[in-house]
Each structure stands twice: as C-alpha cells, then as structure tokens.
C-alpha cells in the first residue's frame, strides 16, 4: 500500500550519484524534501520529469526544499544520467528496490516501475503524494505548490 498523506516518511540511506550517501534524516528540522521515485534513467518519461525538476530547481530550493530523486538505476547510470541532462538534484540509487517497497511504490502491470512524488515536510510527515506513470511533468508543478504553502505556513507560524 502506497503512504498516505499524515503518514510518517519511512526513514532511509540510500548512494548518491557523487558516490556519497543521503539519509532522510539529514533534512530533518532544516528543509522540505520532495521525493520523486521514477521507473529508469534516460527513458523518454523519465527524462522529461527529471528535466521539468530540473527547470524548476531553484524554484524549489528558493521554497525551502530539496529534491531526491530514487531509482533502480545504479550510482554509474545516475551520474551518468545527471551529466547527460545537467540535473541539479541529488539521484539516489535504490538497487534492490527496499525504499520503493517502504513507500508502497508499486510496478505497473507488475513490471514497469512505479512514478510516484511525495512531498515530506520538515517533521518527517507526508504532506502530498501523486502517482502517474503518464502525467510526469504534473508531479513537479504539483508538488512546487505543496512546498510553497508549507514555507508560507512556516514563516506564518514559526515552531
């Protein structure tokens, strides 16, 4: 079953494309994540969504979020991926699918990866998630909005 809105984000570790590694926790109390799982690098889809995040970057960190995108893919093919397209945003590499499975990311038809957004606020908590394998460049406007109104409601009302 895919997280819900409410639900608290499953804590992970997952390689980066530079070779390090992210924890979820790193943003904890700091900054919004947007978390875009998404079925391979280089694919037409694919390629459009990471770009359409790409575009609007700034846009996001301008908002107080940071964008993680989890694949399959391995570490060699984000760098790769991320070069080919000048992609801003950390590509984490879920190999053996454990993160996907924590967030209820499911496979269309059983065989094509899943596409799904999740917007996670500063505390830990789902504040919005989209899945649509067709519809990729509506994630990231989607989730652009969920971030701006989390930031306007933190400097509202400051914790």
């Given amino acids: 079953m895919t997280l819900a809105v409410g639900d608290k984000a499953p804590a ?9 590694s992210i924890k979820l926790s790193d943003f904890a109390g700091k900054k919004t994540v947007v978390l875009f799982f998404y079925p391979k690098d280089d694919t037409p889809g694919c390629t459009a969504e990471a770009c359409d995040f790409r575009d609007n970057h700034g846009r996001f ?18 760098q790769a991926f991320a ?20 967030y209820g990311v ?10 799904v957004t999740f917007v996670i606020d500063r505390t830990g908590v789902i504040r919005y998630v989209y899945s649509s394998q067709i519809l990729v460049t509506r994630h990231v406007q989607n989730a652009l909005e969920v971030v701006r109104q989390l930031e306007s409601s933190q400097t509202q009302f400051p914790s």
């Fill in 106 to 115: 499911k496979a269309l038809l059983g065989l094509i990866p899943g596409r």
């Fill in 12 to 20: 992970f570790e997952l390689p980066d494309s530079t070779g390090g």
């Fill in 61 to 78: 960190l301008a908002a107080g979020a940071e964008v993680l995108g989890i694949s399959a893919d391995s570490v060699q093919s984000h």
């Fill in 83 to 102: 070069g080919k397209h000048s992609l801003p945003m950390t590509l984490l590499s879920d190999v053996k699918g454990t993160v996907a499975s924590a």
